[in-house]
């Protein structure tokens, strides 16, 4: 069994925590709230007195917390982990960071001869509770092999994202995708209501659309993807059918915030010679808008 140390015990921490030590591991556990220790304490941790403290004798040292400062506080700050840190240990930072901060941290451990690995989770508190989190590790293969038996304690999924830095840019790009798509969901089903039409008969036909499916999977494998830019759903008819839905929705005073981006984008690209392509052709677009380049 391991030896833990666990860096931040809040509603995903404490969780975590307590799963690691269902599955016989030794944790030494540190909270800047003392109260927030004590449920882990009567489960047999010991409880830390600072970061330095939590870290004697330990292989693997756990960080959930909610910004980056705050990660590299307990690391190098007053009473840091680095201030007694065993030299073979690896740290993992499970919390959703900034991250360039989360490289700074990795460059300044590794000059100390420290292994960094970032792990955020995906799902939530009560995939923490269940111990079903999806574990996105960033790491060396070597690391990643190291730590799953530890990280498997936790959740029921490590997907290997490929690299040192990108599991927290992964949780970026998914936290990107579902918060922005809820806002997007929340105009839709707004209109929906301002229009007096049923949400279940609106959900029943985008069920089998790439509105409820996403693009990822449906418009884009054999069109954009393949470079096939040939109107399957032009971006000319597109862009006009955004367009009444805002003009439907300005009469009925509903406000579209994502809905009037999207539509912006939809003009630029026609302004630029695609009102002819495939609607999926707005990914062409959005890229040459940030100098990416054709390989
Ligand atoms: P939380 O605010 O519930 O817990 C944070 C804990 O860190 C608190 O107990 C706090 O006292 C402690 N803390 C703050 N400063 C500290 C310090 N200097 N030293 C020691 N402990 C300190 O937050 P949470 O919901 O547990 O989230 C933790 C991280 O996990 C965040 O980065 C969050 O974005 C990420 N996350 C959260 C969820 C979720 O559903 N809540 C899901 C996935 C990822």
């Not at 269902?22 to 304490?41: C, F, M, Q």
């Not at 756990?62 to 065993?86: Q, R, Y």
């Not at 069109?223 to 096939?228: A, M, Q, R, T």
């Amino acid at each position: 069994m391991a030896h833990i140390a666990f860096i931040g015990l809040g509603q995903m921490g404490t969780p975590m925590a307590t799963n690691l030590l269902h599955k016989g591991h030794h944790l030494r556990v540190y909270d800047i709230n003392p109260t927030a220790s004590e449920k882990l304490n009567a489960l047999g941790a010991y409880v830390a007195t600072s970061p330095k403290d939590a870290v004697l004798g330990c292989e693997f040292i756990i960080t959930m917390l909610p910004n980056g400062k705050l990660v590299n506080d307990v690391i190098f700050g007053n009473n840091g982990a680095i201030e007694s840190i065993n030299r073979n240990s690896i740290v993992i930072d499970m919390s959703t960071i900034h991250p360039l901060e989360s490289d700074d941290i990795r460059n300044r451990l590794r000059s100390e001869n420290i292994e960094f690995m970032d792990v955020p989770v995906g799902r939530t508190s009560d995939h923490a509770i269940s111990g079903t989190l999806l574990i996105l590790a960033g790491g060396t293969k070597e690391q990643i092999e190291k730590a799953s038996p530890i990280l498997l304690c936790m959740g029921n999924k490590i997907v290997n994202t490929g690299g040192p830095g990108n599991g927290i840019r992964v949780k970026l790009i998914n936290n990107f995708m579902s918060i922005a798509l809820n806002a997007l969901s929340a105009e839709a089903t707004v209109l929906c209501e301002s229009l007096n039409l049923p949400l279940e008969k609106a959900l029943e036909v985008m069920e089998g659309t790439p509105a409820n499916k996403g693009h990822f999977t449906t418009t884009w494998p054999n069109k954009v993807l393949k470079g096939d830019l040939t109107p399957s759903f032009m971006i000319d008819l597109a862009h006009k059918d955004l367009s009444l839905a805002l003009d439907v929705a300005n009469q009925l005073n509903v406000p579209l915030f994502m809905g009037a981006a999207s539509r912006e984008i939809y003009s630029q690209a026609r302004a630029t010679g695609r009102g002819k392509q495939d609607w999926t052709a707005i990914l062409e677009h959005l890229r040459n808008c940030s100098g990416l380049k054709d390989d």
